[in-house]
């Protein structure tokens, strides 16, 4: 089965290993059948470049089509870049202006799951955006420090609203909760909340990562709770929120 739109997706969604395997499945046959995403992710893989799983592609194509002609986008972990320059280069292909902030410590620290190699994060973040065809001018703002930064914070405070915020950042329980806590709040009302590696205690079929226990019992404690937030679906250890026109 196919799933063109996001609305066509969370029409079926419920929370059972068969709908999770054919949704993964069915996003993996559409980056690989869309040249431009296929492409990007190969790309990716190659040289290192991102984590995640190769469907994740096809749902930031779902995400960006939902977003209006002019859209804020906020990443929080941004690594080398990928997620940044995917949604820039799906703006561009559907016409859209925009605005894509990421919050990242430019270095190699990390929490008690992962460290990294001390690299020239800017300039890998640059070269990723330059290669997916994103013209300079369109380059994402990157916010030097850490989301719970008391700096960080009140910068994405005058940014904000945003259409989309992306929680990728340290996966440490407590500092999971502050960024739910924090960044949910700049969600503009009708935009989304996108969790990484947040599935471990929904029933993914084996050979599915399902993410860490600290950003699902994150999720568990402060997200699912929250009256202004329904769950959209989920893409693998990827979940998707979508907060109410109330806000």
């Not at 561009?92 to 270095?107: H, V």
């Not at 949910?184 to 029933?203: C, F, R, T």
Request: glycine share 8%.
């Amino acid at each position: 089965m196919a799933f063109p739109t996001l609305a066509s997706v969370a029409a079926i969604y419920r929370d059972d290993p068969l709908v999770h395997g054919e949704i993964y499945q069915s996003f993996t046959a559409s980056v690989q059948a869309t040249p431009s995403l296929r492409q990007h992710r190969d790309h990716v893989e190659q040289h290192g470049l991102g984590f995640g799983d190769r469907p994740f592609h096809w749902l930031w194509k779902l995400l960006v089509d939902e977003m209006p002609p002019t859209f804020r986008f906020l990443e929080i972990g941004c690594y080398k870049g990928q997620v940044l320059s995917l949604v820039g280069m799906l703006a561009l292909q559907t016409r859209k202006d925009g605005y894509l902030f990421g919050i990242t410590p430019l270095s190699g620290d990390g929490d008690k799951y992962l460290t990294f190699a001390p690299l020239d994060y800017a300039s890998e973040i640059r070269e990723l955006q330059t290669w997916s065809g994103v013209p300079l001018s369109r380059h994402a703002r990157i916010l030097h420090g850490f989301s719970n930064d008391d700096a960080i914070k009140s910068e994405c405070r005058t940014l904000a609203p945003f259409d989309m915020v992306y929680i990728d950042g340290c996966h440490d329980f407590h500092i999971v909760v502050n960024d739910l806590v924090v960044y949910a709040e700049l969600v503009k009302p009708g935009g989304y909340l996108i969790i990484d590696d947040a599935a471990s205690e929904l029933q993914m079929p084996p050979g599915i990562w399902v993410g860490l226990a600290d950003v699902a019992e994150a999720v568990r404690r402060v997200l699912q709770p929250d009256p202004r937030f329904a769950e959209v679906c989920a893409v693998g250890h990827n979940r998707v929120w979508r907060k109410g026109a109330a806000g």
